[in-house]
């Protein structure tokens, strides 16, 4: 695999105009998945990189189905989909390297496929049975992060960590269109074009923040606000997972080779609800939705396959059943969940223990011994008194 770029030259250059004024993007696959060439950015998969791709999309899709259908059961507290996503995550994913690392928001399920972190791992979290559910050093991929915006200031910290470190690695943060609204992502693009920190930060621009479309949350598209900032953006395709995979990969080599930030906005867009508790008929119309399915990026990568005899129906028929055995463990994964540790709360805050925390977790160990169903011994009386 090979990608070449001009990351550091201007996001506007070489780029063709799109339909009807809409800005400039970069794209190598259509939507009727003919292959095309950019001026700027490049790449050459192998037959067994681009089928890869495809495997990784279409495992991603029906792992966000069967959490839905959970979340539907009562199995989930909550849920928020992907579908339509896959390629603006799974080609970022898969351009990073192992060093580099990763700031999801609560939605990168398809970065964290690429990590290898365990999807049930994500459902476990919401299921309300862990706190994460992974160790974020083990994958460098922190843990998700609930509130809006901040974990590009998290980002942007530790990149400057790298920095100072002098470390051959990047760092790459995710955050939607709505938080680019949010003032930790703009404290973020001052601090990290200050002191130049190697952080992409990775746009999903879906076309709505939970019931508030883009041009509602900006004038300008997002990928110019980094010139106000001082580093370059570029606005791709977010359906193409090639070029969403080259312009990464080229974001990441610019950040890590010591030139500083960059942008990323994914033109993508969210083809389900915001979360599992919105209803997204009662604030967009089904023709918009329609236009966008034919923009899929699985049937885009497929009908690429097709045309250049890359893959047969039993390659297809492989990555269907692969889908069902991944449908099936999640499913009986979820339901086999062991209820959380109700003392567990108190553990991993201080190193040395807190005698303040020690009194409250006595306070609810009695509180919870109160009851008349409360097994003996279950919360192992008041604890150590110090955590781990």
Known sequence: MSVKSSAARSSTRGRAKRRGGEPELVQLLTPEGERVEHGEYSIDLTPDELRGLYRDMVLTRRFDAEAITLQRQGELGLWASLLGQEAAQIGSGRATRPDDYIFPTYREHGVAWTRDVDPLNLLGMFRGVNNGGWDPNENNFHLYTIVIGSQTLHATGYAMGVAKDGADAA????????????????????????YNAPVVFFCQNNQWAISEPTEKQSRVPIYQRAAGFGFPGVRVDGNDVLAVLAVTRAALEHARSGQGPMLVEAFTYRMGAHTTTDDPTRYRADEEREEWE???????????????????????????????????RVREGVRGMPDPDTMAIFENIYADGHALVDEERAQFAAYLDSFEDAPAAAHGAAGSGKGH
Do not use: C, M, N
């Not at 955050?175 to 992502?185: I, N, Y």
């Open 171 to 194: 760092v790459i943060a995710y955050f939607g269109d709505g938080a680019s609204s949010q003032g930790d992502v703009a404290e973020s693009f001052t601090f990290a074009a200050v």
């Open 294 to 328: 034919s923009k899929d990026p699985i049937a885009r990568l497929r009908t690429y396959l097709d045309k250049q005899e890359l893959a047969d129906e039993e390659f297809y028929a492989g990555v269907e059943a692969e889908s069902d055995a991944l449908a099936k």
